[in-house]
C-alpha cells in the first residue's frame, strides 16, 4: 500500500547570491520528490536575487516568495518557518545545492523508520567541483534523542549533527523553537534543542547536500566580534546540558569552550581593537580552567584510589562522566584489562563510541574486580549491596573515591 504523499516546506534564506541561487532554486524545482512548498525568502538583498526569486514563482505554483526587510540568516528562517504548511521542514542555502534525491531519501527514512529527524552527509565543494554518485553500499544509523545529543557533542563527526540545512525536521519540532535573530552560528543555538524533542534519528552516510565554499560567505569573511556569538552559543548549551543531567556532553563542551576561547581571542585581536567582549571572555577562560584544573586532579584522586594489580581483569559498573574517564584512564596506563563495562542505562549508551553491556553480564563474566565509577556514595553503596547479594564476594567490589 502506498504512503499518503506528504508536503515537504524548503526554507531557502537569501541574501546577496545572485550569481548562485538560480543553480539552487534550480536544484530544489527538480527534486524526485515533487510534493514541495518551496518557500524563497528575499532577506533585503540588495542586488537581483528578490528578481530571480519573483520570477522563479511565475514558473513554478509551488514558490512562495517572502520580500522582508534584512535581519539576518536566522530571521529568514523563521520568517519561513512562520508561513510553512508542510509535514516536513528543509533549509537549504540559497548557495548550496542539492542531491536530486535529497528529499525523496531523506522522507522515506523518515517515514519507514517513523524518525522526527532524518539526516545525511555532506560535500564542501567549489564552483567547479562535479557531483559524486550515490554510495550503492547505504549505512544507516538510527539514535534515540540522548545519543544524537552524544553525536553532536562528543565525536568528531559533530559539525554532521550541528549544520540544520542536511536535514529533514518534522515540522512540529519546532514548536516553542526558532533561530535566533542577530547571531551567527544560529545552528550552534539550535540543532541540539531539535536532537532533543526527536524522539528517533536517521543517519545515512549519502551524499546529498553540495556545501559551496565560497569567500565571501558569512564564515568566509574576516574575523569580527560577531564571530564570538559561538561563545555565547556553546554557554547556553552548557546550562542546558547541566540541567539534563548530560555529564559526559557537559565535560565535553566545557573543554571545547576553554580551548575556542583563546583561539577565538587570540585571532579577534588580529583584527580588531581589544574590546569588552574579549576581555569578559578571557576571564571566562580562566573561570573554567579552574573547572577542569579541579577535575584532573579528582580525576588522578579516583585513579590513585583504584588499588587492583596491573594485570588484573575489570569489569565497570557505570558509564557515566566519571566511568568513561576511567575507562580511557586504564585503557592509557594499561591498569589493568577491561572485560566489561555494564550499566543500567545500557540501552541509550549501546550505539555511542563504548561497549555497554546489560548489567547481568558480569554474572557471566570472568574478572578480579568490579570497579563502581559512579561518583554518589549512596548509589555506590546500592550498587555494592546488589552486587553482594548476587554473590559476588566483598573483596573484588571497589569504588572510585572522589575527595572534594
Sequence with gaps: MNQTPLTVSVIVPIYKVESYLQQCIDSIRTQSYSHLEIILVDDGSPDNCGKIADKNAQEDSRIIVIHKENGGLSSARNAGLNVAKGAYISFIDSDDTIHPQFIEILLHLCRQYDCDISQCDY???????????????????????RQAIYQLCCTRNAVRYVIACNKLYR??????ISYPVGK????????YKLLWAANKIIVTNQYLYYYLQRPTSIMG???????????????ERLAFLKDKKLEPEYWSILQILYHRIQTDCTLLREHVSDCEKIQFWMKERERIGKILKKSELLENQMIKNCNFPPKSQIVLYGAGHWGRIIYNKICENQ????VGWVDNAWANLSE???????????LRTKFDFVLITIREKLIQEEIRENLLSWGIPKSKIISIDVVE
Design 335 to 338: 591498569q589493568g584489562k577491561i
Design 171 to 176: 515540522r512540529e519540532l519546532f514548536h516553542g
Design 221 to 235: 569573511n574576516p574575523f569580527s566580534v560577531k564571530r564570538l556569538d559561538v561563545l555565547e552559543a556553546y554557554k
Design 123 to 145: 560535500l564542501t565543494v567549489a564552483d567547479y567541483s562535479v557531483k559524486l554518485p550515490l554510495n550503492p553500499q547505504q549505512s544507516l544509523l538510527i539514535y534515540n534523542s
Design 352 to 362: 555511542m563510541e563504548y561497549p555497554i553491556m546489560p548489567v547481568d553480564t558480569l
Design 184 to 191: 551567527i552560528h544560529e545552528d550552534e543555538f539550535t540543532t
